[in-house]
């Protein structure tokens, strides 16, 4: 069963198991000044949100370098991709911003044993997921 799966990517044990999920959201509340008084806030809506994903690869037990170069290829698209979680959860969709990865602990030929990588999404989307819901969206209404 897959942990979760960005566009055609599954993200489970054969491919890049993730270690830590890390979830970044902000609201704008930007300040008006005033005279003798503190600064006003007006709540405009939502900001920025973004997901951080990081793991350890081991070329014995994942996909290693295979799926990390499939995770670049779709970067390297600048499509946003839908990203739902192994429970059901849509969250959205998402663009790659970066892929970071370290190489450590090498074979006699020079490949790496050890990959931990970092992967940094970006929501494109506004919060009506609606068009993103197989059950209640057309055909047409799919995708990012």
């Known amino acids: 069963m897959p ?16 270690q830590s999920f890390q979830q970044q959201l902000a609201w704008r509340h930007p300040a008006n000044a005033r005279v003798g008084l503190r600064p006003a806030r007006q709540f405009l809506g939502n900001d920025d949100e973004s997901i951080h994903l990081s793991g350890v690869l081991y070329h014995e037990i994942t996909g290693g370098q295979v799926s990390l170069e499939v995770l670049r290829r ?6 946003a991709w839908v990203l739902i979680g192994g429970d059901g959860v849509i969250h959205g969709c998402f ?20 990959i931990e990588f970092s992967l940094k999404l970006a929501r494109t989307d506004d919060d009506d997921i609606g068009n993103l819901d197989p059950l209640t969206a ?7």
């Open 95 to 114: 663009v790659i911003e970066s892929l970071e990865m370290t190489y450590t602990v090498f074979n006699l030929d020079g490949s790496p044993k050890k």
């Open 3 to 18: 942990m979760m799966s960005l566009g055609l990517f599954l993200f489970e044990l054969e491919t890049a198991p993730y």
């Open 138 to 144: 057309s055909e047409e209404q799919m995708g990012c």
């Open 74 to 79: 779709m970067a390297e698209t600048g499509n």
